[in-house]
């Protein structure tokens, strides 16, 4: 699955929105998630991650935050 969001003003709560509707996905086999250039602070890295380990099934992520406001906590969550 692609999905592009750069540059949306996307927060936090955007960020939880889309966690929450990715854990959904638990059959994904691929995420190209490309959210660079938005609002997303280290709870939204959380969210994020929260549904991201949801998807037992993923072998390959490709994971765009750079230009958001996640700090090194946020990125440590995300490991």
Not at 62 to 76: M, P, Q, T
């Amino acid at each position: 699955m692609n999905l592009i969001l750069r540059n949306n003003s996307i927060r936090d709560n955007g960020a939880k929105y889309l966690g929450e509707g990715i854990a959904k996905c638990v059959t994904l086999t691929s995420l190209n998630l490309a959210l660079w250039d938005n609002i997303i602070g280290d709870n939204g890295a959380k969210y994020l991650g929260e549904g991201i380990s949801k998807c037992v099934t993923l072998s390959s992520l490709n994971l765009a935050l750079y230009g958001n406001s996640i700090a090194k906590n946020g990125y440590r969550i995300l490991k």
